[in-house]
């Protein structure tokens, strides 16, 4: 190709591209050309010579930005020339590097997850001397975030007053959050479970009864939790912890009263063995001043029990002095009676321990089950808690006493008390309820799950071996379910198993009938 030719082209596009003929455009167009055709020219490389002449700092400079011609190289390089006080610029931008860096130190501290972010980062950039490429980068970043600011979050607060975008501390302190705006800002997330929580606390924690109406209003509070939404629920829920309290103090009162008697009998008892006694008067004072030493500061009731306390302090120091010598005659005896008393408060636990277990199965015994099913009762009144009751026979059980002797007879009763207890939970209450029939009470149990819990007891008796001398005895058992909430109360829902269990027997025993 001709230069000629070259010429033309460059003409061309000029024109196409619409500028003007003049010697910049015609240079920039012609090298452009000339590379196209592949040929060399000296006039197109003149920018890169006389770049090479420059020193390495105007170099790594002018490769951030984009000269090809001459002109632009020249304006460059005037731009530079006239910098006639170089240290006054880098002081310049020295200062405004630390007034950016005391800017964005600011916005680290502003309340805006997104702009400290950005402000870390370029704090960071700025001390790593970065490119001017670098710094465009990051004003893209800074101007992205300014366009896509949002603030509409602020609306939420008109609720409480007036808002001022550009002080939003004076703001916050000027909030005024009424009861009203709470009640239509705030909704519960699960109003059941506060229910559930409410009227576990209207329970009394001390007393064992519960007044009417607190279990009136729990069972409101259940059956329509959003019932709490209402203002004149308040009312009701403080008279109801009102009344739990008076509850709980009556039965304090009653405990401390029942105190006092024991405090009466005892200070009656300390009197008459003070005839008899040689304690020490010191160890006695000690007991006066520590009594006086308690706080006078408790409520009324424990003021007496003190005082009662007290009262015997003061009968002991006044009588030890006098009949110092009678306990020392009498302190043998006085010794053998502190042992028959230990002894007898050792008998006494065990004795109550024994009145609720059965001797034989060591199950508990009707007395303990009767017991157990009143407090299930109570807790179905109250919160609905579902039981149920399983009744068992032993099959045949009396054809074991007629051919293998009573003996084997309590062998099997007991075998089959701990079959029974393996399988039951511990939330579970089992018993013998007379002879060779036994009861368990199913906590949060229905009919199903009671018939499931009675088929596995059945299954294992039948496969089980009851050995009595070396002699296998075949033991089978029948079953009864039912459950409280199948009834209309614990009379007829005991009523209903023993029912089933009697259908169980009737029907050709070794199975289990529940009602549906």
Not at 460 to 487: D, P
Not at 494 to 511: F, I, M, T
């Amino acid at each position: 190709m001709t230069i000629q030719s070259i010429i033309k082209k460059a003409i061309k596009r000029l024109e196409l591209e619409g500028k003007l003929l003049t010697p910049d455009f015609y240079a920039e167009a012609f090298c452009k050309e000339a590379q196209k055709a592949g040929i060399q020219s000296d006039d197109c490389s003149k920018v890169e010579a006389f770049k090479n002449t420059l020193n390495k700092d105007f170099q790594k400079e002018l490769k951030n930005y984009n000269l090809t011609t001459m002109s632009e190289l020249s304006r460059f390089l005037i731009s530079k020339l006239n910098r006639t006080n170089p240290s006054h610029c880098a002081d310049m931008l020295d200062s405004q590097s630390i007034l950016i860096k005391r800017i964005l130190y600011a916005v680290e501290m502003l309340h805006n997850k997104q702009a400290t972010a950005l402000a870390t980062q370029s704090i960071k950039l700025l001390s790593e001397e970065p490119t001017a490429l670098e710094l465009d980068q990051f004003k893209q970043l800074w101007m992205n975030f300014t366009e896509s600011y949002d603030d509409t979050f602020l609306e939420k607060l008109k609720l409480f007053g007036d808002i001022d975008r550009t002080d939003l501390k004076t703001t916050i302190e000027k909030l005024k959050i009424s009861k009203a705006s709470l009640e239509n800002s705030i909704e519960f997330t699960n109003p059941k479970e506060i229910a559930s929580l409410l009227v576990s606390s209207l329970v009394p924690s001390i007393s064992s009864t519960v007044n009417e109406k607190i279990l009136l209003l729990s069972k409101k509070i259940k059956q329509d939790p959003n019932i709490l939404n209402n203002e004149n629920i308040d009312k009701e829920i403080k008279k109801a912890i009102s009344l739990r309290i008076a509850l709980d103090k009556e039965s304090v009162k009653e405990m401390i009263s029942s105190l006092d008697g024991v405090l009466d009998k005892l200070s009656n008892r300390l009197i008459e063995m003070i005839e008899s006694s040689d304690s020490s008067n010191i160890e006695i004072k000690s007991i006066k001043k520590e009594l006086e030493s308690y706080s006078t500061h408790t409520e009324t009731n424990f003021k007496k029990a003190h005082q009662k306390l007290f009262t015997i302090a003061i009968a002991l120091e006044k009588n030890t002095q006098s009949l110092s010598k009678d306990l020392r005659v009498h302190s043998d005896e006085v010794t053998v009676l502190s042992k028959k008393i230990q002894d007898l408060e050792v008998e006494l636990v065990q004795a109550k321990e024994s009145s609720k277990e059965d001797f034989l199965t060591k199950l508990y015994n009707k007395r303990a089950l009767d017991e157990h099913m009143q407090i299930k009762e109570g807790e179905f009144e109250r919160y609905g808690h579902n039981y149920s009751i399983v009744m068992f026979d032993l099959d045949h059980f009396k054809n074991v006493n007629d051919n293998f002797g009573h003996a084997a007879g309590d062998a099997v009763l007991a075998a089959f008390a701990k079959i029974l207890k393996k399988e039951t939970r511990n939330v579970d209450i089992v018993g013998r309820f007379g002879g060779e029939e036994f009861m368990a009470i199913l906590e949060e149990t229905d009919s199903k799950g009671g018939f499931v819990f009675a088929e596995k007891v059945r299954k294992n008796v039948q496969k089980a071996r009851f050995m009595y001398k070396g002699e296998r005895i075949a033991v089978t058992v029948s079953c009864g379910v039912c459950e409280r909430k199948s009834n209309s109360s614990l009379k007829n829902t005991v009523n209903s198993s023993d029912e089933n269990l009697y259908k169980a027997k009737e029907s050709g025993r070794n199975k289990v009938v529940y009602t549906k």
